[in-house]
């Protein structure tokens, strides 16, 4: 579904990227865990196309985004949603009207009437617990743990292929933060979705990822199913999952 | 910046054509500066007036007090003190509100969600910015006009007739024209610089407040250039 080949980025003499690799098939979930600064962030962006690379290309269902501009670059995404860290909702908006966009303002959702988007609004709230009572509300009302749900719930609304989620558990407190698995492994489960998750929480890489790849120093130091990854022997891998491994 | 323009021109062109979202911009940037143009204008046009009245009761020529006005508000001061006056209140809105949404990755979100933000932020505040500016700079001359009318007729007792006849002679739809096509120019140049400069902020509330800063004293720098440009291109040296 997705395939980064090769991938190099730099910010002036800050090498980011330096030559990642990895195929993300139809229906898992892959989460690239790491450090802050590890660079996470930054593959995410070239997967959706937010960033170009210095070198090297990301395809996704087939076709080559790397390079996509105007229209092309539109369509490409049109297969995406995506929650990102600090929810990014937009603040002069309503919930009702922030989990519409989608489908009232891009292309795609041409010719749905009020009421039906209204009422698709209201069914993705409900795949993230929320009810009708948040849809008048703006997202400085709501709490943290509800930002997320609501950007999910807007990132679902077009019904995506691929959902991308950038450090989903960031700041948010241990019920929270397991509700928020929930969300992730209930989108697979219910919606059939791919999603590429970056976090540098490994109790949840590990709850919900069905392949891992740990990010350092501009590439994949470890790269696998969970298991494979907890047996990795690369020190790095070895003392960034020890700070979560040897609490339990 | 300039292929930033390039690119807010091309989507102009492109539908969607968003009529509400232009509809809110020009309530934002035309209602919401109408006070503080109108006072703006209320006061430059007093002002004006009592000093042109001390300058040419010298020569008796009293009477032209309300063309003198008339003609420099038209000309120069409405186009140029109204661009001035929504830079410091609309423009800076638009270049920190902008720039909240980039460092906040609203603007990233609105991207994934194939809607390109310049087409939805860019283009409906300069379209707003185009048609608000030349009806702002109406008000102002509108409302300097009458206060210097104030001053002329009540104040400093200048015969209503000379007062307007003189208007009439002096001033004509060139004048006010040639300050509609400068507001026009202005709006341009202000839209694009500040929501260039809120687009590409970075750096946290920072970078956010820098970018506001350089939008506000770019653009006012860039009117009083783009004035004496197009002063000296219709008027000559």
Known sequence: MIEVRDLYKSFGDNHVLRGISLTIPRGTTYVVLGGSGSGKTVLMKHVIGLLKPDRGEVMVAGK?????????????RSVFGMVFQGAALFDSMTVLDNVAFPLTEAR???GLSTDEVRKRVIAKLEVVDLGEEVLDQYPAQLSGGMRKRVALARALVSDPQIVLYDEPTTGLDPITTDYVDGMILNAKRRLGITSMVISHDVASAFKVADRLAVLYDGHLAAEGTPAEVRASKEPFVQRFLSTWFEKQ | MILFAGETVAWALRPPFRAGLVLQQMAFVGVGSAFIVGVTGTFAGMVLALQMNV????F?????VGGSVAFSLARE???VFTALMITGRSGSAIA???GTMRVTEQIDAMETMAVNPIHYLVVPRVVASLLMFPVLTMLFNLMGYGGAFMMGVFVSRIPIGPFIFHTQELVDQHDVGAGLFKAVVFGLIVSVITTWRGYAASGGAKGVGEGTTRGVVASSIAILLADYAITFVTVGA
Do not use: D, F, M, N
């Open chain 1, 108 to 110: 795609k959702g041409a």
């Open chain 2, 77 to 79: 001061l409405a186009p």
């Open chain 2, 60 to 64: 008796a020529a009293e009477g032209y």
């Open chain 2, 55 to 58: 300058a040419l009761r010298q």
């Open chain 1, 64 to 76: 080559v985004i790397t390079g996509l501009s105007g229209r092309a670059l539109t369509e490409a």
């Open chain 2, 96 to 98: 920190t509100e902008l």
